[in-house]
């Protein structure tokens, strides 16, 4: 429950912050900001509130279609970003980390930033890819059109 207590402290400390603002300078430009930093925090806070939901609280709200409901979109779009980060990565030569999100070559077997293990590639490519071929590889997946693509217009 230690994160639930850091969001009451936080939230505490924020609205106090305001309040002092607010008192030595009475000015409606200066409230409207503290008003849009307090809705940014509670956003914030309630973001940070239905992660932990999320990760820890799933059987508990089981029964709760509401919640269910937005778990099973959040499900839903995990695996769409899952899907675009390994099209990106095969598109770049690259693997992302399926903890953090960093890009790998597709050659390394850990992830530099945090030691997850990455899924072993059957095939590794033994090319060193850089940057620029990744690119010029996505831009080949997409050539623009020319003129020659284009049929010329027909008048009757
Ligand atoms: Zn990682």
Do not use: H
Not at 69 to 79: P, V, Y
Not at 118 to 126: K, M, T, V
């Amino acid at each position: 429950m230690g994160i639930l207590d850091d969001v009451v402290v936080n939230a505490k400390a924020a609205a106090d912050a305001v309040g002092r603002k607010a008192g030595q300078i009475v000015d409606v430009s200066k409230l409207r900001i503290g008003a849009a930093e307090i809705n940014a925090e509670i956003a914030k806070r309630y973001e940070v509130l239905g992660q932990y939901v999320y990760e820890c609280s799933r059987d508990n709200l089981s029964a709760d279609p509401e919640a269910i409901g937005q778990m099973t979109e959040i499900d839903e779009l995990k695996a769409q970003q899952a899907a675009i980060a390994k099209e990106l990565g095969d598109k770049q030569n690259k693997v992302f980390c399926p903890t953090c999100g960093k890009q790998s070559p597709t050659t390394a077997t850990f992830c530099s930033a945090c030691g997850t293990k990455l899924a072993a590639d059957p095939e590794p490519i033994p090319q060193e890819a850089g940057p620029n071929d990744a690119k010029e590889a996505v831009e080949a997946d997409f050539p623009e059109a020319t003129e020659a693509d284009i049929p010329p217009r027909q008048y009757p």
